[in-house]
T-cell receptor
């Protein structure tokens, strides 16, 4: 299995621009998570989906952030408009089943820099 | 709100020694606690999970302890090797939720 796939791996954009991050979870995994990692705040959960349905988006920082999962093999995280404080590494993760004891498999991340 | 504290300073140890990393939390005790390894430029990789009713868990050279009285988990790597150099994250989850709260991680460097 190829694991969780994320694209792009690096993104540099200017403040005010729209940014779209993409994720392909591991086939057969019903849960998909979006995280943001910074030095100061560590790894923070933004939103997670179960069977393509958003379950908890309480970690989404502002209305500028939105996430979709149109099908079981694809999800996007969009920031519009982007701001310098959005600069971080964004990870997508998936897990097979429900439950806190399930292992989450992380993608390689997208390093975002907003100038 | 729940807080997780991991030593933000890097831990340097000599090859062959046992590395011990600490994860402290405040407020409520989690139902599950996980440890992950993260290498530069990569996503975290799951290592071990321990439940609230378990005191200790082992996997090869790794050992995790969970003390709900002290609100602390210790992560040990015995016979450490330079290849063990990485950042180690602890993550807590609570009953009734599928969400994990992650610590900021501790960077371990094993010197040859």
């Amino acid at each position: 299995d190829a694991g969780v796939i994320q694209s792009p791996r690096h993104e540099v954009t200017e403040m005010g621009q729209e940014v779209t991050l993409r994720c392909k979870p591991i086939s057969g995994h019903d849960y998909l998570f979006w995280y943001r990692q910074t030095m100061m705040r560590g790894l923070e959960l933004l939103i997670y989906f179960n069977n393509n349905v958003p379950i908890d988006d309480s970690g989404m920082p502002e209305d500028r952030f939105s996430a979709k999962m149109p099908n079981a093999s694809f999800s996007t995280l969009k920031i519009q408009p982007s701001e310098p404080r959005d600069s971080a590494v964004y990870f997508c993760a998936s897990s097979r089943l429900a439950g806190a004891q399930e292992t989450q498999y992380f993608g390689p991340g997208t390093r975002l820099l907003v100038l | 709100s729940q807080k997780i504290e991991q030593n933000s300073e890097a831990l340097n140890i000599q090859e062959g020694k046992t590395a011990t990393l600490t994860c402290n939390y405040t407020n409520y005790s989690p139902a599950y606690l996980q440890w992950y390894r993260q290498d530069p430029g990569r996503g975290p990789v799951f290592l071990l999970l321990i439940r609230e009713n378990e005191k200790e868990k082992r996997k090869e050279r790794l050992k995790v302890t969970f003390d709900t009285t002290l609100k602390q988990s210790l992560f040990h790597i015995t016979a450490s090797q330079p290849a063990d150099s990485a950042t180690y994250l602890c993550a807590l989850s609570f009953s009734g939720t599928y969400k994990y709260i992650f610590g900021t991680g501790t960077r371990l460097k094993v010197l040859a």
